[in-house]
């Protein structure tokens, strides 16, 4: 059944690159990351404003500066694609790019470290609707399942555009638990010190 499938899917152009050429299949699926991405950066924007809560709304920040980066690697790939650049100028190129890329996820985790100290030392706990918590959820654990596996696989690979968008999914996934946990501990958990908790995870993130 499974073979019968394949080769139905193989007969299709776009489909059988899917299948066959996995960076083309990491390229197609990034798009997608793109568009949730950015979907999610809304949904953590109106959180924000509904619930006047600055945590939300410095995600909802990070989570489109994240997608600015993303949309960029895809745009040069294309740009790379469109122009038939020689194989070691594209080479040197992406690998310049990747060095941006990891320049400004630095850059972004250390604004990221300021938001969690800030709330650490306020001592702020916010308190979330049920149906935030279920988003943030469903959004994390399907993140980080799918970043963490495409990441180790990533590093067999010598494309470095690939291993600049599994980066920056995987930098998205981490932040998305920390954004989960705060919600969860919040519902859920009582005599809990949420500001270590919170700290200590913002840390390792």
Do not use: P
Not at 7 to 36: A, D, H, M, P, W
Not at 59 to 71: E, N, P, Q, S
């Amino acid at each position: 059944m499974f073979h019968k499938i394949k080769s139905l899917l193989q007969k299709n152009k776009l489909t059988n690159e899917i299948i066959t050429n996995y960076g083309f299949r990491t390229i197609f699926f990034s798009l997608g990351s793109f568009v949730i991405g950015v979907a999610y950066a809304a949904f953590n924007l109106v959180v924000a404003l509904l619930y006047h809560n600055v945590w939300f709304g410095a995600l909802a920040g990070y989570y489109v500066m994240l997608d600015i980066i993303r949309g960029g690697v895809l745009l040069n790939r294309y740009r790379l694609q469109k122009h038939n650049i020689e194989e070691e100028k594209r080479n040197v190129y992406e690998i310049k790019q990747y060095l941006i890329c990891g320049v400004l996820l630095i850059a972004m985790t250390a604004l990221l470290s300021a938001m969690v100290i800030h709330i650490a030392r306020q001592d702020k706990t916010f308190d979330y609707a049920a149906w935030i918590i279920y988003m943030a959820a469903g959004y994390t654990f399907y993140r980080i399942g799918i970043a963490v596996y495409n990441f180790v696989k990533s590093r067999q690979k010598h494309n470095f555009t690939i291993r600049a968008l599994r980066c920056i999914n995987l930098a998205t996934a981490c932040v998305s638990f920390l954004s989960l946990q705060s919600a969860a501990l919040t519902a859920f958990s009582t005599g809990v010190n949420q500001t270590v908790v919170n700290a200590l995870t913002g840390g390792i993130v």
